[in-house]
C-alpha cells in the first residue's frame, strides 16, 4: 500500500496537531511525516519530538522569498499539508506546489467571522457580541485570500445564553479534535 504523508503547520499550542498525531499513530497508510512551525517556541514542536516526528522551523526567507520550504516539503513526500492553528499567510508558491492540497480548520462556521485577525479567542468573541445562536468550525481548502478556499465541511454547536468567549472555545475544541482528524482520513481516502 502507498503510504501518504501529511504535514502538519501550526504556531502554537498544538492540540488539534496532536489529535491527529494521535489519530494516525497505527495507520499503515497515512502517517504525519513532518511537523512545521513559524515559531521556534511553539509548544507543538516539542508534541511532535515526543512522537517521534521530524519537525521543520521555517523563517520568512525562505517561506516567502526563495522557495526553500516548498523544497523541504518535497524532499518529505508531502501528500497534504493540514494547517492546525498557523498564523502566516500561505504564500502562492506553495500553494502552486500543492495545488488542492492544503486544508486549514477555522473555529467559526465561514463565510462568517473569517478573514486577517480572526484567530482563536478574537473569533468567540466577535460571535459572541454579534448575538449568533449558532457556531462551529469550518474545514477548508486554503487559497491566497485569508479564511476564503472552498470548504469541504462544517460542523455546528449551539452558543448559549449565558455563553463566555472561554466557554465557547471549549466547545469549538471539543469539534475541532472530533472531527478534523475524520475528515482528513476522509479526504485522503477518497482522493
Ligand atoms: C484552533 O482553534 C484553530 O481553529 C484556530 O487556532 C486554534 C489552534 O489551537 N485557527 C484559527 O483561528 C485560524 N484562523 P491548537 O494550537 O490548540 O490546535
Same mark, same amino acid.
Given at each position: 500500500m502507498i503510504m501518504k504523508n501529511i504535514a502538519i503547520f501550526a504556531s502554537g499550542e498544538g492540540?488539534?496537531?496532536q489529535q491527529i498525531i494521535d489519530y494516525f499513530k497505527d495507520n499503515k497508510s497515512i502517517r504525519i511525516a513532518l511537523v512545521v512551525s513559524n515559531k521556534i517556541t511553539a509548544n507543538v514542536l516539542n508534541r511532535a519530538k515526543a512522537s517521534g516526528i521530524p519537525t521543520l522551523v521555517i523563517n520568512k526567507v525562505d517561506f516567502y522569498i526563495n522557495n526553500k520550504t516548498v523544497e523541504d516539503l518535497q524532499k518529505f513526500n508531502i501528500d497534504l499539508i493540514v494547517l492546525a492553528g498557523f498564523l502566516?499567510?500561505?504564500?502562492?508558491?506553495?500553494?502552486?506546489?500543492f495545488p488542492g492540497k492544503i486544508i486549514n480548520i477555522h473555529p467559526a462556521l465561514l463565510p462568517k467571522f473569517?478573514?486577517?485577525?480572526?484567530? @482563536? =479567542?478574537?473569533? /468567540?468573541?466577535?460571535?459572541?457580541?454579534?448575538?449568533?445562536?449558532?457556531? @462551529? =468550525?469550518?474545514? /477548508?481548502y486554503v487559497n491566497d485570500k485569508y479564511d476564503e478556499g472552498e470548504i469541504i465541511s462544517q460542523h455546528g454547536c449551539e452558543v448559549s445564553e449565558n455563553e463566555t468567549p472561554e466557554s465557547l472555545a471549549l466547545k469549538i475544541q471539543q469539534l475541532e479534535h472530533t472531527n478534523y482528524p475524520k475528515?482528513?482520513?476522509n479526504l485522503i481516502n477518497n482522493n
Open positions: 492540540t488539534n496537531a502566516w499567510m500561505i504564500p502562492e508558491s506553495l500553494i502552486k506546489a473569517g478573514g486577517k485577525g480572526m484567530y @482563536g =479567542i478574537n473569533v /468567540h468573541k466577535a460571535v459572541i457580541e454579534a448575538k449568533e445562536k449558532e457556531s @462551529g =468550525i469550518s474545514i /477548508h475528515v482528513i482520513e
